[in-house]
């Protein structure tokens, strides 16, 4: 069955610009979680959402960020004034629900630049 | 809180011999641990994962952990390395019950590196 789909894979902008990426889990999956994976690190979350809301948004690192569900379906996370430190791969992931054992489906990734 | 440690960034080994990646973890709570693959171009592929059942962990394409609780320790372990091991290993912690937030804190990662 398809995967976890993740658009674009690459997307390069210039400082100061807005950039939205997008995610696809996989049907069914209620859980869906986005990380950021900077060079020569592992990834790191961001935010996390059950259904429709964000039932954790602890890791955005500023307020230039922000991801929204409407549908519990597709996810996109939205980066607002991007700088060069926003530069990285973005990790979307999916479960089918809410539990620790249950192994998060990641996608391939959106590589971020930002020039 | 939580946090892992992956003692090796970069660990080579040659074709046919065993491998071992080690892993610390530190967590407040009971954790839940895995080990994820990182094939290059590739999303991230869970090869096992440990949830407080046997502390003996096997997974997929040989690999299996062992979780000591005594030393905080989940190391990966193979008994015969394979070319299309190649790739960049992550240990991963979570907590295993009580919340509402199953999030995964990584550590670094490993490159495994196979030579012929």
């Known amino acids: 069955g398809a995967g976890v789909s993740q658009t674009p894979s690459n997307k390069v902008t210039e400082k100061g610009k807005y950039v939205e990426l997008r995610c696809d889990p996989i049907?069914?999956?209620?859980?869906l979680y986005w990380y950021r994976q900077s060079l020569g690190q592992g990834p790191e979350f961001l935010i996390y959402f059950q259904g429709t809301g964000a039932a954790d948004d602890s890791g955005l690192p500023n307020d230039r960020f922000f991801a929204v569900r409407p549908e519990g379906s597709v996810s996109t996370l939205k980066i607002q004034r991007t700088e060069r430190g926003d530069s990285a791969v973005y990790l979307c992931a999916s479960s089918p629900r809410l539990a620790p054992y249950n192994e998060q489906f990641f996608g391939p990734g959106t590589r971020l630049t930002v020039l | 809180a939580q946090s892992v440690t992956q003692l090796d960034s970069h660990v080579s080994v040659s074709e046919g011999t065993p491998v071992l990646l080690r892993c610390n973890y530190s967590?407040?709570?009971?954790?839940?641990l895995f080990w994820y693959v990182q094939h290059p171009n590739k999303g991230l592929q869970l090869l096992l994962k440990?949830?407080?059942?046997?502390?003996l962990v096997k997974g997929i394409n040989g690999f299996e952990a062992e979780f000591k609780k005594s030393e905080t320790s989940f190391h990966l372990t193979k008994p015969s390395a394979h070319m299309s091991d190649a790739a960049e290993y992550f240990c991963?912690?979570?907590?295993?019950?009580?919340?509402?937030?199953?999030?995964?804190?990584f550590g670094k990662g490993t490159l495994l590196t196979v030579n012929p």
């Open positions: 049907s069914g999956h209620t859980a």
């Open positions: 440990y949830t407080s059942a046997a502390t």
């Open positions: 967590s407040s709570y009971s954790p839940s």
């Open positions: 991963v912690v979570t907590r295993n019950s009580g919340g509402s937030n199953y999030k995964l804190t």
